[in-house]
């Protein structure tokens, strides 16, 4: 599996390929909740190991994308 942007889920945000579960939740389980990548098999139990840690160099990779003000929600 790959990482995929699909127009059709999770708003085009890049997600593991066939599962629908965003990059951005994974980095998020490892970065503010601490959880190591074998924890987050356990909370997303349609990844692999590698899928975890294919979604975290992704996310590494691209981490100005993540944090830049644009890719954060934006209130009404």
């Given at each position: 599996m790959g990482i995929v942007r699909d127009?059709?889920?999770?708003?085009?945000?890049p997600t593991i390929e066939g599962t629908g579960i965003r990059v951005k939740d994974i980095a998020s389980?490892?970065?503010h909740s601490g959880y190591d990548p074998d924890e987050i098999t356990q909370l997303?139990?349609?990844?692999?190991?590698s899928d975890v840690h294919r979604a975290l160099a992704y996310y590494y990779d691209h981490i100005d994308d993540?944090?830049?003000p644009s890719s954060e929600p934006?209130?009404?």
């Amino acid at each position: 599996m790959g990482i995929v942007r699909d127009s059709e889920h999770s708003d085009s945000a890049p997600t593991i390929e066939g599962t629908g579960i965003r990059v951005k939740d994974i980095a998020s389980a490892y970065e503010h909740s601490g959880y190591d990548p074998d924890e987050i098999t356990q909370l997303y139990p349609d990844l692999s190991l590698s899928d975890v840690h294919r979604a975290l160099a992704y996310y590494y990779d691209h981490i100005d994308d993540f944090r830049s003000p644009s890719s954060e929600p934006t209130s009404a």
